[in-house]
């Protein structure tokens, strides 16, 4: 079975490969989401970082957008909040604009000071201390998760483990009703995915009206909590915070959002990608059955490999030259972290998943600055504490048939994987 599936990824890529070098790069356009449900985006990377590391697309079904590639360039385009907006009003941060008259402010779509005011108000979930009690249930969660995972027979690695454990996560995170907890999964995915034929929602309306629904059934909750003290959970954090407890319904529900997509898809992508890319680095997985101590280094290493979400964007407030390029006021400035975690020239060996790699934290997959994600911490426990019980109890995890990617260039994430465990 692998044999077969390595051809037919061979082949793709190679034909990828060869369109990428023979396109002109004035036709390029690296956020067509098919090149990520396909996977055929790479060296349409390698070849910008190389010839034209800020490149222009002039037309796209997202409009026109600068792509910058390089790791450096990033990072430099991330800290200069002078010249660079995340602001929602002006687009928001992923490369399709919100439609207008759907524009929410988060606290990551949001600039300075609005942005650290807001962003503080959630950030005791992430302290030490706290993470040490989470971790606790964590590991009793993911214990009972796998003790329960059938044997010799194939799964969705996706569904039953790595949708299961994350809503878990949600849930706990947002003290939310248990026997609700599948619709954060559902809204989380709404709030990321491309209107259209055969996607999860036919139309911008569809869309709107779930996520609406999401704010309802959260502006219940969150009467509850803004009536008895103050409690350990992100809703009571939000509706007691200074910053966040006079909010306006778009502001509500663009955190709700935020909080929502960054608890769920990072760490679930990579969980999934994690199987993945062991079971395309069998060597690497030897390495970590020997020596579970790796998995402090093997986690980095894997977020940055998946790269769980593929951008960020921002949108330029003035004119302003950037590596010899006339940037417009208003334009449209997309950051591919999923390039810049393959930059040779910032990472040493980029296109090889090391488990046991030096400076496995040198990745842009969280992004960099104040906007850098809040859970970080969170999301690295919760993929630890995995590993750890999966090595507890597995010998393999066998993958048995190709990924199904999600249709999106933002959200780089594995909506299916079919795998085995042997008894």
């Known amino acids: 079975m692998h044999g077969t599936i390595d051809l037919a990824d061979n082949l793709n890529s190679k034909a990828a490969r060869e369109r990428a ?213 992100l809703l009571s954090m939000m509706a007691h915070g200074e910053a966040t407890r006079d909010m306006d319904p778009n502001n509500f529900l663009g955190n709700l959002i935020l909080l929502i997509v960054g608890g769920n898809d990072t760490t679930r992508n990579t969980m999934s990608g994690s199987i993945l890319a062991l079971s395309q680095h069998p060597d690497q997985y030897e390495k970590l059955k020997k020596n579970p101590a790796l998995i402090d280094s093997f986690v980095p290493e894997v977020i940055r490999w998946q790269t769980p979400l593929a951008h960020m964007r921002r949108t330029a407030l003035a004119d302003i030259e950037f590596r010899g390029h006339q940037i417009r006021k208003g334009d449209k400035v997309v950051m591919w972290y999923v390039s810049g975690n393959r930059d040779e020239e910032a990472i040493e060996r980029p296109y090889e998943f090391l488990i046991d790699r030096a400076r496995p934290r040198t990745h842009l997959s969280f992004g960099f600055g104040i906007h850098r994600c809040v859970g970080i911490r969170l999301a690295e426990l919760q993929l630890k504490i995995i590993w750890e019980e999966i090595l507890k109890r597995f010998d393999n995890i066998e993958v048995v048939g190709p990924p199904k990617r999600v249709y999106s260039s933002f959200v780089k994430g594995i909506e299916h994987l079919p795998v085995r465990i042997a008894g």
């Open 21 to 233: 070098m023979s396109l002109p790069l004035s036709e390029y356009d690296p956020g067509d989401p098919e090149l990520f449900r396909t996977d055929t985006f790479w060296p349409y990377f390698d070849r910008l970082r190389k010839e034209a590391p800020v490149h222009y697309t002039r037309d796209s079904m997202f409009g026109p957008y600068w792509s910058v590639t390089r790791y450096n360039d990033i990072m430099d385009i991330e800290t200069n909040h002078a010249a660079f907006s995340s602001a929602a009003a002006l687009g928001g941060i992923t490369i399709r604009d919100a439609p207008a008259d759907f524009r929410r402010e988060s606290f990551i779509a949001m600039d300075q000071p609005r942005h650290s005011a807001q962003r503080k108000t959630v950030a005791p979930m992430f302290t030490p201390t706290h993470l040490d009690q989470l971790a606790i249930n964590i590991r009793k969660r993911s214990a009972e998760c796998l003790d329960n995972l059938p044997r010799n027979e194939v799964f969705d690695w996706v569904d039953t483990v790595s949708i299961e454990l994350t809503t878990q996560m949600l849930a706990v995170l947002f003290d939310f009703p248990w026997e609700d907890r599948r619709k954060l999964t559902r809204w989380s995915d709404v709030a990321t995915t491309l209107p259209g034929p055969g996607g999860i929602v036919a139309t911008e309306e569809e869309k709107q009206a779930e996520l609406l629904e999401c704010a309802a059934y959260f502006a219940r909750l969150w009467k509850e909590r803004i009536n008895q003290p103050p409690r350990s959970d």
